[in-house]
């Protein structure tokens, strides 16, 4: 995921240095633990289970800030 990260951001900086890109002004990338890049098609499937399924998490999930204990 790192070499991820610093190839992509490189070539942003180099879109905004010679192909006249916007720049962002803030990070590019949000610090999480939970990056992970999706290398085959039984992975994509998870993941894809994953993000449908977890806004029904949301209510009882321990990081909800709304969350009632």
């Given amino acids: ?3 991820f ?3 992509t ?3 942003y900086i180099h879109g905004v ?3 006249s890109w916007l720049q962002f002004t ?3 990338w949000q610090r999480s ?3 992970h890049v999706i290398r085959n ?6 993941v ?3 993000i449908i399924a977890n806004p029904v998490q949301w209510a009882i999930d321990e990081e909800n800030p709304t969350q009632m204990n």
């Fill in 9 to 11: 951001t490189s070539a």
């Fill in 41 to 46: 098609e039984e992975d994509y499937q998870k």
């Fill in 5 to 7: 990260k610093t190839m």
């Fill in 33 to 35: 633990y939970y990056d």
């Fill in 1 to 3: 995921m790192d070499w």
């Fill in 26 to 28: 803030r990070k590019l």
């Fill in 17 to 19: 240095k010679e192909q």
């Fill in 48 to 50: 894809r289970s994953y």
